[in-house]
């Protein structure tokens, strides 16, 4: 019988029809499979049908959903300017001192309690985006899409229930319970912003993302006016109730106030634990192009379906996965790693002067005796004045720059795009801070100065989101693969939030250097330098219009999903490549009586002794 050659080629491994090793780094190890070229083609086909989605009813869903959970966030944080001034008059410096009550107009919390009640939430945040972020690279954004906000609620009704204690006092309860919430609204940063952005089509998306945080300013413009409304309704108590009336009468507004922060939230909450996982999540990370397909069925709003091949589904494939190495060699590269550093920055920047501004916009107004109450008056009207005054003011804030400052990013973001406008808006605040800053005393002697004070005041807050409090929400969403995603928006979010913590702290220890309020117009100073040094950050981030997010990821796409090797094809068993003993072909001793080699069970192979002629299984003959 003629001579058969067994090979290597011969009992290469089946699956996928493998043709080369795989390459789990990412590059292309070399011609693809027909199987894994289809489901790598079955993959852009989704993505792309994404990208290419008509504007629906899901969008607005999802705008909704998201929005809903940044109103509720924005009301809780900034809510506690209002607040404050509440709980300094109860809880204040020589609170249940005084029995007549004369100084309660004058009483504020002291530097401590200030600091505490206002760096507690964004410490929470911070801690609550790094956590929820990588949660939500791990586990999936649905799956903890809405822990978040029943985190926000449960803290939000724990603050209207502080009362003090022995040991504890009311601050010291709020505090805590701030800090609670804080870590709930932190995980609505990189979630929301990553569900709005893997969800939307590329021509879309900036106006999808901006429509989401643009919910933002509806929630600070709502903290003022339920404010507002709230002291009005109270307004008989101040001017006749007696004194210990006048306390029960504002220990009411500020448990109100807070508590409304609720309501949002609890409407949103069962449509966020309803939302389906997004596409690329399901494709990229769990690895289910059916799943991908059915969850994509939501979004298109014409009669165009797409069939998944069953058997190619059912391959045994591998795609990039978040790993430590693979995180590393990731950002290791410098392309990816200063966009991580920008887009981390300029949010830090940016909120340097935003929560420096917003959440001491009371002390500010007040500084420059904008709405102050006028003199001789009892001490329960004087208390009225005060909070109506600032309430009003803080109104006034909000719907002069806020809220247009969010819509006008949401109508520009897909015309001109992300960087431009982050460009624009920190160079303008640059130009801003540096006048209120320079011409602060001047502006503050006289009642024309203060109010071009104000009207600067309303500029910095409409550049700030017709700016880079806008984009730095976006672009972490966009500019990073599916598997990191959250984890880097969380980053870049949490950067912010450390920026806000460290404005908290510097205003507070700032402010009164020289004397009350002495130390404004400098504050305003170094909130100029932050905003130029956001400029030269933006530097390093892309620009994310009409580009889609395989794209900006910085990835090759082509050869994203890649074959995994089968174990050996049942008929050959257990046999492995291990070496054996063979005699010479012209050998003499050939006698079937002394085999060289024993095959017991399926356990493995003994090797006979004696010999040193050994090959291995690609060498091997048979010969009859």
Same mark, same amino acid.
């Given at each position: 019988?003629?001579?058969?050659?067994?090979?290597?080629?011969?009992?290469?491994?089946?699956?996928?029809?493998?043709?080369?090793?795989?390459?789990?780094?990412?590059?292309?190890?070399?011609?693809?499979?027909?199987?894994?070229?289809?489901?790598?083609?079955?993959?852009?086909?989704?993505?792309?049908?994404?990208?290419?989605?008509?504007?629906? +009813?899901?969008?607005?869903?999802?705008?909704?959903?998201?929005?809903?959970?940044?109103?509720?966030?924005?009301?809780?944080?900034?809510?506690?300017? #209002?607040?404050?001034?509440?709980?300094?008059?109860?809880?204040?410096?020589?609170?249940?001192?005084?029995?007549?009550?004369?100084?309660?107009?004058?009483?504020?919390?002291?530097?401590?309690?200030?600091?505490?009640?206002?760096?507690?939430? *964004?410490?929470?945040?911070?801690?609550?985006?790094?956590?929820?972020? +990588?949660?939500?690279?791990?586990?999936?954004?649905?799956?903890?899409?809405?822990?978040?906000?029943?985190?926000?609620?449960?803290?939000?009704?724990?603050?209207?229930?502080?009362?003090?204690?022995?040991?504890?006092?009311?601050?010291?309860? &709020?505090?805590?319970?701030?800090?609670?919430?804080?870590?709930?609204?932190?995980g609505d940063y990189p979630i929301s912003a990553v569900i709005s952005s893997e969800f939307s089509s590329?021509h879309i998306r900036g106006r999808v993302m901006a429509a989401v945080f643009a919910n933002q300013g509806?929630?600070?413009?709502?903290?003022?006016?339920?404010?507002?409304?709230?002291?009005?309704?109270?307004?008989?108590?101040?001017?006749?109730?007696?004194?210990?009336?006048?306390?029960?009468?504002?220990?009411?507004?500020?448990?109100?106030?807070?508590?409304?922060?609720?309501?949002?939230?609890?409407?949103?909450?069962?449509?966020?634990?309803?939302?389906?996982?997004?596409?690329?999540?399901? #494709?990229?990370?769990?690895?289910? #192009?059916?799943?991908?397909?059915?969850?994509?069925?939501?979004?298109?709003?014409?009669?165009?379906?797409?069939?998944?091949?069953?058997?190619?589904?059912?391959?045994?494939?591998?795609?990039?996965?978040? =790993?430590?190495?693979?995180?590393?060699?990731?950002?290791?590269? +410098?392309?990816?790693?200063?966009? &991580?550093?920008?887009?981390?920055?300029?949010?830090?920047?940016?909120?340097?002067?935003?929560?420096?501004?917003?959440?001491?916009?009371? #002390?500010?107004?007040?500084?420059?005796?904008?709405?102050?109450?006028?003199?001789?008056?009892?001490?329960?009207?004087?208390?009225?004045?005060?909070?109506?005054?600032?309430?009003?003011?803080?109104?006034?804030?909000?719907?002069?720059?806020?809220?247009?400052?969010?819509?006008?990013?949401?109508?520009?973001?897909?015309?001109?795009?992300?960087?431009?406008?982050?460009?624009?808006?920190?160079?303008?605040?640059?130009?801003?801070?540096?006048?209120?800053?320079?011409?602060?005393?001047?502006?503050?002697?006289?009642?024309?100065?203060?109010?071009?004070?104000?009207?600067?005041?309303?500029?910095?807050?409409?550049?700030?989101?017709?700016?880079?409090?806008?984009?730095?929400?976006?672009?972490?969403?966009?500019?990073? *693969?599916?598997?990191?995603?959250? =984890?880097?928006?969380?980053?870049?979010?949490?950067?912010?939030?450390?920026?806000?913590?460290?404005?908290? &702290?510097?205003?507070?220890?700032?402010?009164?250097?020289?004397?009350?309020?002495?130390?404004?117009?400098?504050?305003?100073?170094?909130?100029?330098?932050?905003?130029?040094?956001?400029?030269?950050?933006?530097?390093?981030?892309?620009?994310?219009?009409?580009?889609?997010?395989?794209?900006?990821?910085?990835?090759?796409?082509?050869?994203?999903?890649?074959?995994?090797?089968?174990? *050996?094809?049942?008929?050959?068993?257990?046999?492995?490549?291990?070496?054996?003993?063979?005699?010479?072909?012209?050998?003499?001793?050939?006698?079937?009586?002394?085999?060289?080699?024993?095959?017991?069970?399926?356990?493995?192979?003994?090797?006979?002794?004696?010999?040193?002629?050994?090959?291995?299984?690609?060498? &091997?003959?048979?010969?009859?």
């Amino acid at each position: 019988m003629a001579a058969i050659s067994m090979s290597g080629e011969n009992i290469k491994a089946r699956t996928l029809d493998v043709a080369s090793p795989v390459d789990h780094a990412g590059k292309n190890p070399g011609p693809q499979s027909p199987a894994v070229h289809r489901l790598n083609e079955n993959r852009r086909a989704l993505l792309a049908q994404i990208d290419n989605a008509k504007f629906s +009813w899901f969008h607005v869903k999802v705008a909704f959903v998201s929005g809903a959970g940044f109103f509720t966030d924005a009301y809780d944080i900034f809510a506690i300017n #209002i607040v404050s001034v509440m709980l300094g008059f109860l809880y204040g410096a020589g609170a249940g001192v005084d029995a007549s009550f004369s100084d309660l107009p004058k009483r504020t919390l002291n530097t401590a309690q200030e600091i505490g009640i206002k760096i507690a939430t *964004p410490a929470g945040v911070l801690i609550g985006q790094l956590l929820f972020g +990588w949660l939500g690279d791990v586990l999936g954004r649905k799956r903890i899409y809405g822990m978040e906000l029943m985190l926000i609620m449960v803290a939000t009704f724990g603050q209207t229930l502080c009362a003090p204690s022995v040991t504890v006092s009311v601050i010291g309860v &709020l505090i805590f319970w701030r800090f609670i919430m804080g870590v709930g609204i932190g995980g609505d940063y990189p979630i929301s912003a990553v569900i709005s952005s893997e969800f939307s089509s590329v021509h879309i998306r900036g106006r999808v993302m901006a429509a989401v945080f643009a919910n933002q300013g509806w929630g600070q413009l709502s903290a003022t006016l339920f404010s507002f409304i709230i002291v009005s309704a109270y307004k008989h108590s101040f001017m006749n109730d007696d004194p210990s009336g006048v306390l029960h009468s504002l220990d009411q507004i500020w448990r109100l106030v807070i508590g409304l922060g609720c309501i949002p939230g609890a409407i949103a909450l069962y449509f966020r634990l309803t939302i389906p996982e997004t596409p690329r999540f399901t #494709i990229d990370i769990e690895r289910n #192009i059916q799943m991908a397909e059915r969850d994509l069925s939501v979004l298109l709003v014409d009669s165009e379906t797409y069939t998944v091949d069953a058997d190619a589904v059912d391959q045994r494939v591998v795609a990039r996965q978040a =790993t430590k190495l693979d995180f590393r060699s990731y950002f290791a590269k +410098w392309s990816n790693m200063k966009i &991580l550093i920008g887009t981390a920055y300029s949010w830090f920047a940016l909120d340097i002067a935003f929560y420096g501004l917003g959440l001491n916009s009371s #002390i500010i107004l007040s500084a420059i005796g904008f709405g102050s109450p006028k003199k001789g008056l009892a001490p329960g009207a004087s208390v009225y004045q005060s909070l109506h005054n600032a309430s009003l003011g803080n109104l006034v804030l909000s719907l002069a720059g806020l809220v247009p400052g969010y819509w006008a990013s949401f109508y520009f973001i897909d015309r001109w795009g992300r960087k431009p406008i982050q460009f624009m808006g920190f160079a303008a605040l640059t130009v801003l801070f540096v006048v209120m800053g320079v011409a602060y005393n001047k502006m503050n002697a006289s009642p024309g100065g203060r109010a071009g004070f104000v009207v600067l005041y309303c500029f910095a807050n409409f550049f700030q989101n017709f700016g880079p409090n806008t984009t730095t929400f976006i672009v972490p969403g966009e500019v990073f *693969p599916t598997r990191y995603r959250a =984890t880097a928006h969380g980053i870049s979010a949490a950067s912010g939030k450390f920026g806000a913590v460290v404005a908290q &702290l510097a205003f507070q220890w700032l402010k009164d250097v020289g004397g009350p309020n002495k130390f404004l117009d400098h504050i305003l100073e170094i909130f100029a330098f932050f905003m130029f040094t956001g400029i030269l950050s933006t530097m390093l981030i892309p620009e994310t219009n009409q580009k889609t997010l395989e794209v900006l990821s910085n990835e090759s796409q082509d050869d994203f999903i890649q074959p995994v090797p089968a174990p *050996p094809s049942s008929y050959l068993g257990d046999f492995q490549n291990t070496p054996i003993r063979l005699h010479p072909l012209g050998s003499t001793n050939n006698s079937p009586t002394s085999p060289p080699v024993t095959f017991p069970g399926r356990g493995g192979r003994k090797v006979a002794s004696g010999s040193s002629g050994f090959t291995n299984m690609s060498d &091997l003959s048979i010969v009859s």
